[in-house]
């Protein structure tokens, strides 16, 4: 190993910390993968996937949850690894891993860059330890720029990049037609990429089949989001400036991971202002590469009309599309041999110039990135993310796994099921489940909770003495544990309480029912 020298003080060359940084990504991911507990937008996906017997039932299971099937997919090819939620999060563990690991090997970035993106909130935290679908699309957007240079040759990976996207949630749109729009741009204007193209004998027989690909994809991943089609209502039908400045608010997030105040119009008015100096910046400085002028340009227009139209998305897990678009217009234009000067050349992060401020403004967003997303992801092992997993562990101790179990609300309480590995009876839908059923569903108020115990007794006449488990959202006030009420049917005990959790709406409370006998 190679050292250099600073202040008489000997420090790792690049080299070590290409591997070090990655390899240490990857080890405390593991850690984390085994340590999360899951909430239920996590625990949504598993339990879809564990209930599915075959491909057909996992359609079946997934077409209510309005994203297509790609992610439910995955998830069921590995769920056999351990039979446990942690096959899923290995399975996340490993997509996550390998995109980093792409990052590091074929991004042109310096090392302070790939360092301070590496441990962000979105590649380290947001789309690492929460497992979700979000970890696709950054996987395939990073496929995509590593083998960009291919377009010489063929086109067929890159319609498998676009139509992978397009299954993967509504949203990774964006980032399909961004890909589309710079490839297709680029054959129109760009006359050396057609003649570089058709030196290869197969030519139209490759440009056949990659639009094949990609049309079939396209088309599979519009079904699927066309499953929910009754439940999509129009944002907006004009011009809505708090709305257009809450959007914009999004773009926002995803440079500096602020969420602007929506019901402050000064807020968002100057988090408006700030952003079109931010994009402003952006443009400007990979403008001299049109390709990835291209790539931001659709990009950010298309995720912005859909934000504004269809979709707005609360929480910052929805803006790291932005991020991801960003990210990978930089990588575009970096990779651009005209302006990839060696990396010893460059004091700065990126090269000085014309845009002489945009590398600062750059390395103080990933400042904060970093920032967030060490602390999310070191706080995680010191507070559940939900309070699901403990709760599950304590009715295993106790022995109570098997008891009858009326539990509520479903989105919710799924966690505990899945940690359970079992069914509870689930008012809203007057029967058993584990997950949320979003097409067979009825809201159930909390102060409905007690009716709906009491129907349940009637329901299950052989059933004397029954757990109850509630969320925060529908627990019996002013009930301490060791407490009781009694009412006409039944007999209700507090338990235990479970309120350690970061999500405030995941903490639970358990109760005993004795059915009176008069």
């Known amino acids: 190993m190679k050292f250099r020298r600073i202040n008489q003080i000997q420090l790792p060359d690049h080299r070590f910390y290409k591997i070090f940084l990655p390899t240490l990504f990857i080890i405390i991911g593991l850690f984390g993968a085994f340590n999360h507990a899951l909430w239920r937008d996590e625990m949504q996906g598993w339990l879809v996937a564990w209930q599915s017997d075959n491909l057909i039932d996992l359609w079946k299971n997934n077409a209510p949850s309005g994203h297509p099937v790609l992610w439910s997919s995955l998830i069921y090819l590995s769920k056999n690894i351990t039979g446990t939620p942690i096959s899923m999060q290995l399975m996340h563990w490993f997509l996550g891993s390998s995109a980093i690991v792409i990052f590091w090997r074929f991004s042109p970035f310096n090392l302070i860059t790939k360092a301070l993106f590496t441990f962000g909130y979105f590649p380290f935290w947001e789309y690492f330890f929460v497992c979700r679908h979000y970890v696709i699309a950054e996987l395939i957007i990073f496929i995509f720029c590593s083998i960009y240079h291919l377009k010489d040759k063929t086109y067929i990976p890159f319609s498998l990049c676009i139509g992978l996207l397009a299954n993967t949630q509504a949203l990774s749109w964006s980032l399909s037609f961004a890909i589309g729009m710079t490839l297709v741009m680029d054959w129109f204007l760009n006359t050396d990429q057609r003649k570089n193209y058709k030196r290869n004998k197969n030519w139209i027989l490759d440009l056949i089949t990659s639009i094949s690909i990609t049309f079939s994809l396209l088309s599979f991943g519009a079904f699927s989001l066309f499953q929910v089609k009754d439940s999509v209502r129009t944002l907006a039908t004009y011009v809505d400036f708090r709305h257009l400045f809450s959007v914009f608010g999004q ?17 968002l008015g100057v988090c408006a202002l700030i952003t079109l100096i931010l994009i402003s910046s952006t443009i400007y400085f990979i403008k001299s590469y049109r390709q990835a002028l291209i790539f931001f340009l659709s990009g950010i227009i298309f995720l912005l009309l859909f934000n504004y139209f269809l979709f707005f998305g609360n929480g910052l897990r929805y803006c790291g599309y932005y991020f991801l678009i960003i990210i990978s217009s ?23 110039g014309k845009a002489f401020y945009f590398p600062r403004i750059l390395t103080f967003c990933l400042a904060i990135h970093m920032s967030v997303g060490l602390h999310m992801s070191f706080s995680d092992f010191l507070l559940p993310y939900s309070s699901g997993k403990e709760t599950a562990k304590y009715i295993e101790a106790k022995g109570w796994q098997d008891f009858p179990i009326f539990a509520t609300r479903d989105s919710e309480v799924s966690t505990v099921a899945g940690y359970l590995d079992r069914e509870f009876y689930i008012p809203e839908l007057q029967d058993f489940g584990s997950y949320v059923k979003w097409n067979n569903r009825v809201d159930v108020y909390s102060n409905k909770i007690l009716d709906e115990v009491k129907a349940y007794l009637n329901k299950f006449p052989e059933v004397d003495r029954f757990l109850l488990i509630l969320s925060k959202r529908s627990a019996v006030k002013n009930l301490e544990i060791g407490d009781s009420i009694s009412f006409d049917k039944f007999t209700l005990t507090a338990d235990k309480k479970f309120e350690n959790s970061f999500h405030t709406s995941e903490v639970f409370y358990l109760y005993w029912v004795e059915r009176r006998i008069n």
């Open 251 to 267: 773009i926002f997030s995803a440079y500096v991971l602020i969420i602007p105040n929506s019901s402050r119009f000064l807020d």
């Open 330 to 352: 930089l990588w575009l234009f970096k990779s651009n041999k005209k302006f990839n000067l060696p990396t010893s050349s460059q004091p700065s992060i990126f090269l000085k």
